[in-house]
């Protein structure tokens, strides 16, 4: 019997990178899958899809109850879609901070609480949030991100309160950079995107960005029946940035 026999996931933002990962893991594992996203189509088998727009409560709604009934029920929530800012405070408009926090923030609350009364008839809830590297630790032209990142790891922390008794767990996962098509289409509008990556590269600890694979299976763990002790964690996929501080390496 695989982990995840008999059990119902959705995975929002399923079309590509992180989520797509996660999708293709858990159905390897064993589950039942829906990807939700706006480009939902021409995704591989078994796994189902569902358009969706996060930043509509409507489209949501009726993403997650179709999925739902085509399933048999929601044991799994994957929150992961979002979207991106460059900049300091002074860049980015009044317009886009409403859109970074309503797709990134908003979006998994509807998601979450449509998905709810599923996961209360489950024995085996789990809501797994996507975060960032960037909730706890001062990244450059990043404040916009960063504040929608601080209050998804604030927001996991509070459902994992409220819902606990409820027989769900929320926790999130926190990649470091990750090697998605939506960190390659940030390092293409780089002025020098090879200097750009190898920037990126080196303020990992590893030398290397986090692979969507890594952290799809720190989700998979995080979403499995057998870390059923596990809520209101935080789990860091991220090359050893968030807690190490090496020193340079010798140039002798």
Not at 10 to 33: D, E, K, Q, W, Y
Not at 145 to 174: F, P, W
Request: hydrophobic share 50%; glycine share 8%.
């Amino acid at each position: 019997m695989a982990e995840f026999d008999g059990l119902a996931a959705i995975v929002t933002g399923g079309a590509s990178g992180i989520g797509l990962a996660t999708a293709t893991l858990l159905a390897g594992r064993g589950a039942t899958v829906a990807c939700l996203d706006l480009n939902a189509k021409d995704l591989p088998e078994p796994l189902l899809a569902y358009v969706a727009d996060v930043s509509d409560d409507a489209s949501v709604r009726a993403a997650v109850t179709a999925a739902a009934d085509a399933m048999g029920g929601i044991d799994i929530v994957v929150n992961n879609a979002g979207i991106g800012a460059i900049g300091t405070i002074e860049t980015n408009s009044d317009e886009e901070w409403h859109r970074v926090l309503d797709v990134n923030v908003v979006g998994m609350v509807r998601t979450a609480r449509a998905a709810l009364p599923y996961l209360r008839r489950s024995a085996h809830a789990a809501i797994v949030n996507t975060c960032s590297i960037a909730a706890h630790a001062g990244l450059p032209q990043r404040a916009l991100y960063s504040a929608s990142k601080g209050a998804v790891q604030a927001l996991t922390l509070a459902m994992a309160a409220d819902h606990l008794r409820e027989g769900i767990r929320v926790t999130c996962v926190n990649p470091g950079t990750a090697d998605t098509p939506w960190v390659r289409r940030l390092l293409a509008q780089a002025d020098d995107p090879d200097a750009e990556l190898a920037a990126l590269k080196a303020r990992q600890p590893s030398g290397r960005l986090v692979s969507a694979e890594e952290i799809a299976a720190a989700i998979a763990y995080l979403a499995s029946p057998l870390a059923s002790a596990t809520t209101g964690t935080v789990l860091a996929v991220d090359g050893g940035m968030h807690g190490l501080r090496l020193r340079p390496p010798s140039t002798s």
